[in-house]
């Protein structure tokens, strides 16, 4: 489902620009989730911020720094308040984990179907993560299981929640 207006536990998605937009652009085509608008994800907390893993690590900011882009709020339907509390302070438990491009990597392998024994195993233990990880991540800390399918948060892209939650 989607906000027009940003709610506690929404996920925004949004453009990056510039040369590091185009490479995750390009990296999601490649891993089969079309070369679509959404680069960047992030989770609407409930005080008019938000979470979002960057490169220097997970952070808390304002709302409002994403005013001036293409942004879109989606969630599940059927979200209860408490619900998504609960996704709000499973999100804030994340601030400060490092970013991981590892993730970038081990989403290749896994859609070019090339064996990486232990490969996700040591991305888990390493505690890092991407933006759509993270949100993903702590959607499941909450108990609210986005993908069906079962999937690890490190194989969630922007625009597999786009394509999951955007319709």
Partial sequence: MI????QPGDIGL???TGHVGAMIRLGQWLNGDGF???QHAFLVLDDDTLLEAQPGGARITQVSAY???????VYPGGLTDAQRQAICDAGRRYVGTPYSFLDYFALATRRMRIPAPGLRAYIASTRHMICSQLVDQAYLDAGVHLF???RWPGYVTPMALYHLLGH
């Fill in 36 to 38: 679509g608008r959404y």
């Fill in 67 to 73: 005013d001036d882009r293409n942004t879109l709020y």
């Fill in 14 to 16: 949004t453009q990056i």
């Fill in 3 to 6: 906000h027009t207006q940003p």
């Fill in 148 to 150: 069906a399918d079962g």
